[in-house]
């Protein structure tokens, strides 16, 4: 009886966890487009964070969205884009993170984490996030030639690129930043994040500045000042990141990525493409130099 009780708690375990993947996914995808793709960041934060034995459980979530997504456009698409659209990303980007990690573990024997395994583990699903969406296009292209003339496979390609690497900064880093503080002092809470002071600059200090960037950015029709309100959501994950470190760069660059996105007027226009491509550099950048003084100050102390 109770080998089966645990069986079954295994199985409801994994269950929670698909449904769970499933509903965060479809929020996520909503959100997302070409250049800004969110279910990126959500895809490798639970392939970093959670147990290989419950890897399946992701595949599970992600498949059933898909899965209705692919039936429901099917008849627009063609059934190759179906089946293409059908397979679950996070199976390819296993390839990738399981290997890396088994060669190089996340987290040093200190428990500190290594940026650039977080980063290789980044741009490599954002490879393969990429390719595989751009095969999926071209099966839709293929299918109907002419339907859609100014799709360019190639162009698409390093768009989706961006896409997937920036909202795998968006989300992934803020999620490790804040399992990192929480596991390194015991007994925290969310009440105690609350009135640390990273979360008083942020909310302080970052958020007005872009939310007004971002009012600006919306709100004018100059698109120099534009372009300069955009370039200006920078200038706090450089503040926050120097005073709180790669925790404070991960934190600001997920809201700076966020106020970015809301000030798009337009699909794929080239001045947010390019200002996107800067936020990506500096975010990686940030997180490298933050977490490289995080890890000197360690050992200072130590």
Known sequence: ???????WNRWGQHLAIAGAYAACYELARYVSFS????TAGLRLACLLLLPVRYWPALILGETLPLIENA???APRFGTPWAISASVPMVVLCMA???PLLRHRPL?????????GVLLAATLGCSLITAASTSLTMLAALLESPGKWPDMSVPAYFWIFVLGAYL????VTPTVLALHERIRRAPGANIETLWHSPLFRDFVLV?????AGLAWIATTTQDETIRQVARMAMMLPIVFVGWRHGWHGSAIVGMAASVALAATGSALRDPDMIRSQVVLALLISGALLVGARSYRAAHHLTA
């Open 1 to 7: 009886m109770n080998a089966s009780a645990t069986h």
């Open 35 to 38: 250049h800004w793709i969110l």
């Open 71 to 73: 039936v429901l456009c």
């Open 96 to 98: 990738w993170v399981k």
């Open 107 to 115: 987290f040093n024997r200190n428990g500190q984490l290594r940026m």
């Open 167 to 170: 909202g795998a900064l968006t």
């Open 206 to 210: 970052a958020l007005p500045l872009l």
